[in-house]
């Protein structure tokens, strides 16, 4: 019910565009998060997008970096990633929310993607 897409392989400095297509539900009545978790290191929360796309919120780590949007028509939440650092380095999820639960942590949310992988080379 979510896919993921537009992970792959980039140097340190650049950009991706993260793509999270859903399906079976009703995308605008959910919260839109992105975490990320890499190898040996638990699931940590990246982006959130409100239901109405009205408010976001980051982590410290990808504030001013990474920009979380989300398109209704196309029931699609995008994460774009710029200034891109090694420490990127995750497989990145999507996940929709509906409960009203912190929304940083990952067990409050309904639903979640496969994961993308982004690695980020120095």
């Known amino acids: 019910q979510l896919q993921a897409s537009g992970g792959g392989l980039v140097q340190a400095g650049g950009s991706l565009r993260l793509s999270c297509a859903a399906s079976?539900?009703?995308?605008?009545?959910?919260?839109m998060g992105w975490f990320r978790q890499a190898p040996g290191k638990e699931r940590e929360f990246v982006a959130i997008?409100?239901?109405?796309?009205?408010?976001?919120d980051y982590a410290d780590s990808v504030k001013g970096r990474f920009t979380i949007s989300r398109d209704s028509a196309e029931n699609t939440v995008y994460l774009q990633m710029n200034s891109l650092k090694p420490e990127d380095t995750a497989v990145y999820y999507c996940?929709?929310?509906?409960?009203?639960?912190?929304?940083?942590?990952?067990?409050?949310?309904?639903?979640w993607g496969q994961g993308t992988q982004v690695t980020v080379s120095s």
């Open positions: 079976g539900f009703t995308f605008s009545r959910y919260g």
């Open positions: 997008i409100a239901w109405s796309g009205g408010s976001t």
């Open positions: 996940a929709a929310k509906s409960r009203p639960t912190p929304y940083m942590n990952p067990v409050g949310y309904n639903y």
